[in-house]
């Protein structure tokens, strides 16, 4: 339940991202200030805070798009560049309509590859295995645009795993979503192989498919563990804005 230390050169091994005294402000306004954690291999982490505690910024600066004020991420072990590709990763954004751009789904799942270097074969292996997992090939001669919020879920998740990540960053992925595709978005998480961190305040999801969550708050990391014993600890989750999920009030 308190801070991790920085990584130390035994964990680098099994280290898919090492946080490292990261530091991060828009502005004048400071986000995260000075956090470590480290996220191994296999992992499926949650990450809970509530709302503007910068669970989305550091996602993007997990993932490059933001270049932090101080400190760093390591990725595998190698250093994160702003604005450097990295296939390892992958993240799949708060919105699908920030994902999905082109005029047909198939084409926006085969984006990512074709923009790997792939073999036209390559790619279309890339797609087929992603269609196959999310379940969405009866969608993929539809217009984006034009499919239902569950529906647009499954496709840019698709389109993030169609690049073969071994690490797969989750921005809420059931916001919007009705019980029936929540249901089976769970599924699919609990059977995904990924290393993930899944950023959200459906914290049942949380319980149910990760086996470690952060709690993020006022720019620190206040906790790190197990779910349960974090997400039921209601004087800590009362502290920092969030409820004790239903499902633990009677442990
Ligand atoms: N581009 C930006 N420019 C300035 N401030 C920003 C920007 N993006 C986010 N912020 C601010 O940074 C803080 C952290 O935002 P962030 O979106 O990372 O929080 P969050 O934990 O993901 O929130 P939520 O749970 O509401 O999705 C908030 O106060 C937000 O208003």
Avoid: W
């Amino acid at each position: 339940m308190k801070q991790q230390a920085p990584v130390s050169y035994s964990e680098q091994a099994t280290a898919a991202i090492a946080i490292q005294n990261l530091t991060f402000s828009y502005s004048e306004l400071n986000v995260l200030q000075s956090i470590n954690a480290t996220i191994h291999v296999g992992e499926r982490v949650g990450l809970i805070g509530p709302n503007g505690s910068g669970k989305t910024t550091l996602f993007l600066l997990t993932c490059g798009i933001l270049k932090p004020i101080d400190g760093e991420i390591l990725l595998f072990n190698k250093p994160i560049v702003v604005g450097e590709f990295r296939p390892e990763i992958g993240l799949v954004f708060q919105n699908p309509n920030d994902q999905l751009f082109l005029p047909l789904v198939r084409d926006d799942i085969a984006f990512g590859p074709e923009n790997m270097g792939l073999s036209a074969a390559e790619v279309e292996e890339c797609v087929q295995e992603a269609i196959s997992l999310t379940g969405v090939q009866n969608l993929v001669e539809r217009v984006p645009h034009n499919l239902s919020g569950g529906e647009k879920c499954m496709v840019a998740i698709a389109g993030v795993l169609a690049m073969r990540p071994q690490l797969v960053l989750y921005d809420e992925p059931s916001a919007n979503l009705d019980m029936r595709s929540r249901r089976r978005l769970i599924q699919f998480l609990q059977d995904s192989q990924q290393t993930m961190m899944i950023s959200s305040h459906d914290l049942e999801l949380i319980l149910e498919v990760c086996d470690r969550v952060l709690l993020l708050d006022q720019g620190q990391i206040i906790a790190d563990g197990d779910p349960c014993d974090v997400m039921g600890n209601q004087l800590l989750m009362e502290a920092h804005g969030l409820e004790k999920p239903f499902s633990l009030t009677t442990h």
